[in-house]
């Protein structure tokens, strides 16, 4: 069969080899280059591109005949940022109501709005840790079609935590009320944690998130509490890693943090509780952290000025656990761990996700860091450096560019002029492009 599959893709690959007439070659002239591999930036650089893909990057501006030009010598070039945790399908209202009156088809056209959202800020991959059943394989097939905008998303589906826990839809409410999709998302059990695995690959999940302590954004939940059991932990892990997956782990309290770096994770989101003994913990596996510090700054805002815009018991939690979120960041990057950008919040919160880079330079990484936090550390984390993460021949072309010079203010990446994916322009001039 796998003779079959390669014998095929030749003969596709030779039927639709580009022939002089309709190649596509693209050569970007740089001003100056930080390329997500190296932390010297270089100036008077060309990228050269074909189709999809980076073939090349050479000193000077060449320009080799028959390729378009691109004249992005007056700007900072890096590769497109990656949200190493999104919620695709997320929307900014975040109100018990809206829990109650807003239906899948809302969630995908919210979806649809992120998606465009992601690219205007400079965002060309997200992964997506927590969305419903329908929002991110729909959003993905409406990308690659081109029938939407939209980053490559790597998609968990429904992040998966036990009864009572994270991702429980019923927490807080009466008894009789039931939630359809529930139990999509909840895990009780090794043979259960098994299972949902299975059943969420099958349904399209590139990898798996678990939720093995409490969270701030939901109701009555504890985010120190450690709710699954190691056995739970440790079955969901093994059973994606075995299908090639790889698993985030949503947690607060530094026990759930501890258990489930042994329990083999390959990240922890959010990690607030981590103390000394959890940062060995993960430079000894080799754990990501992912810390979210948009989210913990737009959370603990809203707690403070708006709190009845926030579900009960959230803006309580939000303003005793956030502060110690941030300040987690500069521990964990002290201690050596190794750190990847994610926000956990849409950019339709009226947050740019680029504030991240700043947020983490806030945190104490240098800018450099920050940069390579949502660049190459994403791409390593997601499982796919030869792809996404850098501008080294052979990645896809996703490309931003700003001006000036963000080693020496980080915010200037909030300000992204020119976004390329996969060699396609989508947005120049710092204006979004109009297809046809
Ligand atoms: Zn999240």
Partial sequence: MKT?????????????????????????????????ASATPRTKVSILVH??????????????????????????VLPGFIDAHDHI??????????????????????????????????????????????????????????????????????????????SDAQNGMRGDISFAQRDAAIIDGADDARYKVREHRRRG??????????????????????TMTDAEMKSAIDTAHALGMKVAAHAHGKQAIDHVIMAGIDSVEHGTYADDESYRLMKEHGTFLVPTLLVADWIYQTAVKTPDRLPPTVAEKAIAVTPTMIGNAGRAYRAGVKIALGTDLTGLSGRNKAEEFALLVRAGLTPIDAIFAGTRNAAELIGAPEDIGSIQAGRFADIVAVSGDPLTDIKLLQKVDFVMKGGEVLKTGGRMVIRD
């Avoid at 095929?8 to 693209?26: E, G, I, K, N, Y």
């Avoid at 993905?140 to 036990?162: C, H, K, Q, S």
């Avoid at 999940?205 to 450690?226: C, E, Q, R, T």
């Fill in 51 to 76: 189709d999809d893909r980076i073939v090349r990057v050479e000193d000077g501006f060449v320009t080799p005949p028959g390729a378009e030009v691109i004249d992005l010598s007056a700007k900072t």
């Fill in 89 to 166: 399908s997320m929307s900014e209202d975040w109100s018990t109501l809206a829990r109650f009156t807003h239906t899948d088809g809302d969630a995908v056209l919210t979806g649809v709005r992120n998606a465009r959202r992601d690219i205007e800020t400079g965002f060309t991959t997200v992964r997506d840790v927590g969305s419903g059943p329908l929002e991110a394989p729909a959003l993905i097939r409406g990308i690659e079609a081109g029938t939407i905008i939209g980053p490559r998303i790597w998609t968990a589906l429904e992040a998966l935590a036990p009864t009572g826990g994270h």
């Fill in 205 to 226: 999940a590139m990898l798996i998130k678990i939720m093995p302590s409490g969270g701030v954004a939901s109701i009555g939940d504890d985010p120190n509490h450690m």
């Fill in 4 to 36: 079959l599959l390669a014998a095929s893709c030749l003969a596709l690959a030779v039927m639709t080899a580009a022939t002089p007439a309709d190649a596509r070659d693209v050569v970007i002239h740089a001003g100056r280059l930080i390329d997500g």
